[in-house]
């Protein structure tokens, strides 16, 4: 049965990674490393080339130039399967299947690699008292439930297999500001307890800063900076990087 207190984690590397969708560059000679157990929030305005990043990491997109590595080892199409696998993946609101309950969507996986009901239900209940969902909300349906709690879900079924990573792609963003307030401790708790690589896209430089002390800063799928917090506030590498972390709110309860 896999732990959830494992400790197992996967080291990501771009080099040189490049992607259009048609006239739009979304990823521009981009190269970064991820190494295994660390944690590191992507951040920018809407087009940065964030989410796409984290698509190709995966393997949901190919890149045009560039490769991507995994653990050292050449990402090649034909392992993208056994990567996903290995990748818990969340994105925002969850995207549960409305005609299947909690369990049946935490399920869905895990069946098809041949775990048991009795192993399924055990590894579900783990999760829901990990991530303080209540137990009896498996048998409900994502229509069932607030928005704390489907996105709750959204995290256990990323977390079913075990995996060795988790890639989050603005995971909270449509939870209203107290809910959005409870799920950032719960998830930064839950980050801490893992162990696990994690790489989690948000607009929110304070939220970005509250999961993780890396904080790589997009505009044009281009990276403008990458460092922590401090260096952003006080040694911004252009003019840009001044006006993202002005434009953001007081950085309550981060020290920079």
Not at 223 to 244: E, I, N, S, W
């Amino acid at each position: 049965m896999p732990s959830i207190s494992s400790a197992s984690s996967e080291a990501f590397e771009l080099r040189g990674v490049s992607k259009r969708y048609g006239n739009i560059v979304a990823l521009d000679e981009v190269s970064l490393r991820f190494p295994a157990g660390s944690n590191t929030a992507l951040i920018g305005s809407s087009g940065s080339g964030k989410s796409t990043l984290l698509r190709v990491l995966l393997g949901l997109e190919w890149p045009d130039r560039g490769e991507i590595r995994v653990d050292g080892a050449l990402l090649e199409q034909a392992q993208v399967l056994a990567l996903r696998r290995r990748v818990g993946y969340v994105i925002q609101e969850g995207g549960l299947f409305p005609h299947l309950t909690v369990l049946g969507n935490l399920a869905l996986l895990p069946h098809h690699l041949g775990w048991s009901r009795e192993r399924i239900r055990q590894r579900a209940e783990e999760l829901a008292a990990l991530t303080h969902l209540p137990s009896g909300a498996l048998e409900r349906y994502p229509a069932e439930l607030s928005g704390g709690q489907r996105q709750r879900v959204a995290l256990m079924r990323g977390l079913m297999l075990d995996p060795d990573a988790l890639l989050l792609d603005e995971p909270l963003g449509a939870l209203d500001p107290i809910v959005r307030h409870e799920l950032q401790d719960e998830l930064r708790a839950i980050f801490d307890r893992l162990g696990k690589t994690v790489i989690v896209v948000t607009h929110d430089m304070a939220e970005a800063a509250w999961f993780a002390d890396r904080l790589v800063l997009m505009r044009n799928g281009k990276v403008v900076q990458d460092g922590r917090l401090d260096d952003l506030c006080k040694r911004p590498a252009d003019p840009f990087v001044t006006r993202f972390v002005e434009a953001q709110r007081t950085l309550r309860g981060v020290s920079a």
